[in-house]
């Protein structure tokens, strides 16, 4: 590909809502363009190195006999009734109508679509274990969306499914997931750790995250670097959202108001009388559950939200100070000790945990939008002994597998696998006959894989000041040739003579041949990130270039004979 016919605008400066580096270096770079809040355009760069992370994620799917297919991103509304989630998906599920008034969703994932496509006609135990796929777009209306594709609204996905007679089989398939997953992220150059995870809004039993390290990543993880124990802040709230007791209550359901800014927030805490409880989610009888957790560490923020984990509410604190002011309206409550210590969010965790046990009479959420419940007293009504201990994880305290000093880091969920058991295929009636012609339910799984977010994590781990250095495996091109003075026929003709010699070898290279100062020509290889590069220069009429593996930060001159071989 000629630059002269590219279209990749670069940009000099990063674009101001560029709020974290790997999105600003893929729009500096011209990869990425944002349409609207959470949706991307990918621009032919970009898209393909999407191509190429696609194409890794197929061939490790494929090894393991998972097979690709496509089924609708449009889901009527009946299958999600019947599984639940309709109504338990919440407003993350973008819901839609069509002339006849007829419901559907735009897919968030799949796995009411999967079950029902097999559901009459894989039917027999001889035909199992089945492990299916797509690449797709996924929807989500994300409360806020940010840190480019990190978070989008719409964003691509590979999400897979298995079907298995029992247990002990669905264990051989999450396994062999597993491992294909470590292929897919070992290929791609992600430093990756593979954490407990969040059963969440997905049900069933087991599952687990795979965290590609970010300095700048939302997820909390915490692990231990003496044996494998490795945890994510997440799957803490939710196992303390199964700990509670369900004891009776005396309570009364009050009406707040929505909270969308700080005052609204003031106000909320204010309710005569009562104050507010705090970082974790507490399950209250079945359906009733507060959370208020100071959000991660990058954006200052507190988060109400509900059993599912989907933010109800969810405000951004700008500041320490904001932070101070909001938990410091709570009557009663943080108070002074909030004026002696400059707060970061671990710390504001810390106060508020160490306290909840202090509080006799707490609102909290009723699990239904705009409303909460008033003097729930903590031990009678609700207790977060169980998870305190989890949740209070801080570096140096004890790993609970074995005992030695646990570790804190950060990064962005790439992939999630979950062991399912039955719950899709028992709400759906989707069944096979066993050998003894006896009905049982399919024991499933699903496994995703941020697409789109996987590029983001490669980026961010792969950049420095001046772009992009693309790991091998996902690069746009292989090799960018830059001619420095196009006028110059010498060096005209030797890099088209290099671009054919390249392209004829099969290597995929970029011939910088635009006619603009030399400058902005190496600016733009920068950005791009093109990790060989081959400078043609004034010493083209000695059939010499430079050639510089961006790996290595390294320049040489190389006789034009060699280059080739030197590349390949
Ligand atoms: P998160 O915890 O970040 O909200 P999730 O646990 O809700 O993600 P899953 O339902 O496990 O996401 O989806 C599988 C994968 O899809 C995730 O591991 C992540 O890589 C990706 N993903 C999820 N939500 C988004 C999003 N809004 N934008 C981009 N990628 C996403
Ligand atoms: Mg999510
Ligand atoms: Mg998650
Ligand atoms: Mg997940």
Redesign the pocket.
Known sequence: MKVSKLYAPTLKESPSDADVLSYQMLVRAGMIRKLSS?TYSYLPLGYRVIRKIEQIVREEMDAIDSQESLLPILLPAELWKESGRWEKFGPEMFRLKDRNTREYCLG??HEEAFTDLIKNELSSYKQLPLSIYQIQN?Y?D?IR?RFG?????E???K?AYTFDRDEASLKESYAKMWEAYDRVFERCGLKVMVAE??S???GGSASH??IAFSEVG??RLVFCPACDYASTD?SAVVKLAYAIEEDAMEVEKVHTPKVTTIEDLEKFFKIEGHRFAKSLVYKVLDTIVVAMIPGNRNVNEIKLINHLGVAEHDMQLASDDDIKSVLGSIPGFVGPMLSEEVLTNDKVRLLVDSRITQIPNLIVGANERDYHLKGVQYGRDFTGEVVEDLLMVEEHDVCPTCGKPLAIDYG?????I?QLGDKYSRSLHATFLDENGKENYFVMGSY???I???LAAIVDQHSNDRGIVWPDSVTPYGVMVTVVNTKDAAQAELGESIYTLLKDEGIDVLLDDRKMAAGKKFADADLFGIPYRITVGRKAKEGIVEVKDRHLDEMVDVDVQDVVALIK
Not at 412 to 416: A, D, I, P, T
């Open positions: 959470g968030p994932t996924k989500r994300e969306p594709l990190i978070r989008g609204k964003f691509i996905m999400d995870g969040d969440g809004a997905m995250e795979f939302e997820t997440e962005n969920e790439v992939g999630n979950f995703g894989i941020g789109s977010r996987t």
